[in-house]
Nanobody, 124 residues
Framework: QVQLAESGGGLVQTGGSLRLSCIASGRTRSPYVMGWFRQAPGQEREFVAGISWRGRSTLYADAGKGRFTVARENAKNTVDLQINNLKPEDTAVYYC?????????????????WGQGTQVQVTV
C-alpha cells in the first residue's frame, strides 16, 4: 500500500503560479511512476504530467506543455508540480498517483494509488 498526500493548492489570479507537492508513504521502495491528474467539476479526470522513477523521463499533456514542470526527489518521497501562467481553465482538483508501469503513461487506469487531491482555483 502507498499513501499519497497532496498540498499546495489555493486561490490564485490568472497569470500566477503555484507549486503543488505530493508526498508518498508506505511501500515506496519499489520503483514507480508518479503522475499528476486533475478533475474539473463535471468533467473526467485527465492526465497533466508524469515522471519516471529516476526522473529521466517526463510526459506532459498538451495543455500543460511550457507551463507545467514535474520533478521528484526520491530521497524524500516527494513529487512536485510547478504550474506557471495559470489560466482559469486550470481550475480543478489536482491529484497525484503512482503507477507500476515501466514508462510514464497517461491513462488513469495504469495508476493504482491516488491521493485525496488539492483544489486549485484560478480567478480572472
Amino acid at each position: 500500500q502507498v499513501q499519497l498526500a497532496e498540498s499546495g493548492g489555493g486561490l490564485v489570479q490568472t497569470g500566477g503560479s503555484l507549486r503543488l507537492s505530493c508526498i508518498a508513504s508506505g511501500r515506496t521502495r519499489s520503483p514507480y511512476v508518479m503522475g499528476w491528474f486533475r478533475q474539473a467539476p463535471g468533467q473526467e479526470r485527465e492526465f497533466v504530467a508524469g515522471i519516471s522513477w529516476r526522473g529521466r523521463s517526463t510526459l506532459y499533456a498538451d495543455a500543460g506543455k511550457g507551463r507545467f514542470t514535474v520533478a521528484r526527489e526520491n530521497a524524500k518521497n516527494t513529487v512536485d508540480l510547478q504550474i506557471n501562467n495559470l489560466k482559469p481553465e486550470d481550475t480543478a482538483v489536482y491529484y497525484c498517483a503512482t503507477s507500476a508501469a515501466l514508462a510514464v503513461v497517461s491513462s488513469t487506469s495504469a495508476y493504482s494509488y491516488w491521493g485525496q487531491g488539492t483544489q486549485v482555483q484560478v480567478t480572472v
